[in-house]
Structures are given as structure tokens and as C-alpha cells.
């Protein structure tokens, strides 16, 4: 199984969230599948990760 992650990018992820196409829950999935870093879920959001 490939992972989500060979095919989308921080910068794609982060563009489409900029677009309004993404949620913070959206973002949030992405650091649950692994694409992104907890640290880039801040940089984008502007709010402290949270796991649950």
C-alpha cells in the first residue's frame, strides 16, 4: 500500500488550506496519517497540536 504521503506535499497541503479547500480537521488528518510534521500543523494553523 502506498502511503498518502508520495503523493501530496506540505506545500500542496498548504496552499489548498490557504484556498479555504482544507479544515483544521483536515490538517490535523494529515499529521495523523503521517504527511505532515506536528510543527507544520502550527505553521499552518496557527494553533498548538493536540492529538486527541
Known sequence: MTKLSSYITF???Q???VWGCY???DIRNFVKF???T???????TGEAYNAN
Open 34 to 36: 503521517g504527511t505532515i
Open 38 to 44: 506536528q510543527k507544520q500543523f502550527t505553521e499552518l
Open 11 to 13: 506545500e500542496d497541503i
Open 23 to 25: 479544515t483544521d480537521v
Open 15 to 17: 496552499l489548498f488550506y
